[in-house]
T-cell receptor
């Protein structure tokens, strides 16, 4: 595709449920990032992949959050036992190399009720 | 810890007036600074980065290390400049963006 694609665009889930958010980066981009944007805030870093490995997951808020990128392309952000405080827009971005422009997806708006 | 501060949540100006969106940062080393823009119903996109020292859509930003600022300026605002603007920082050798809380610019006719 032409840009970073995120699915679903909206997700409503009940408290305590498990959710998966998908990111399809720009073809050939080796670096992939996940950010979370709460209402009225700027995006906050969650995790960064270089290829298949998570190079830095220091932004994940707790062990309910996990992300994978098994083939170095598509990534999935997984949230277990969702809480209302997890409600936010989850953004994915990709770049061709380190420290180059990151291209963002449209985001997934997660609402936990 | 690194931090980016955008003191204005909302900035309203009339078309043709000059615009300055403020951004201050805290970092003791050599940062890379960026401005990202999000137009209505569109994704976040890069507007400019300080190392490029270029003007995009009439916007410029100069890194002032003494004042730790990276304010975004445009001499004559256009209605199509109305958007959300985020200042962001990465520290040398890293890839994590640290974003400010954003400033919504409204250009009035």
């Amino acid at each position: 595709g032409a840009g970073v694609s995120q699915t679903p665009s909206n997700k409503v889930t009940e408290k305590g449920k498990y959710v998966e958010l998908r990111c399809d980066p720009i073809s050939g981009h080796t670096a992939l990032y996940w950010y979370r944007q709460s209402l009225g805030q700027g995006p906050e870093f969650l995790i960064y992949f270089q290829g298949t490995g998570a190079a830095d997951d220091s932004g994940l808020p707790n062990d309910r959050f996990f992300a994978v990128r098994p083939e170095g392309s598509v990534s999935t952000l997984k949230i277990q036992r969702t809480e209302r405080g997890d409600s936010a827009v989850y953004l994915c971005a990709s770049s061709s190399t380190l420290n180059t422009e990151a291209f963002f997806g449209q985001g997934t708006r997660l609402t936990v009720v | 810890a690194q931090r980016v501060t955008q003191p204005e949540k909302l900035l309203s100006v009339f078309k043709g007036a000059p615009v300055e969106l403020k951004c201050n940062y805290s970092y003791s080393g050599s940062p890379e600074l960026f401005w990202y823009v999000q137009y209505s119903r569109q994704r976040l996109q890069l507007l400019l980065r300080h190392i490029s020292r270029e003007s995009i859509k009439g916007f410029t930003a100069d890194l002032n290390k003494g004042e730790t600022s990276f304010h975004l300026k445009k001499p004559f605002a256009q209605e199509e400049d109305s958007a959300m603007y985020y200042c962001a920082l990465t520290t040398s050798g890293t890839y994590k963006y640290i974003f400010g809380t954003g400033t919504r610019l409204k250009v009035l006719a």
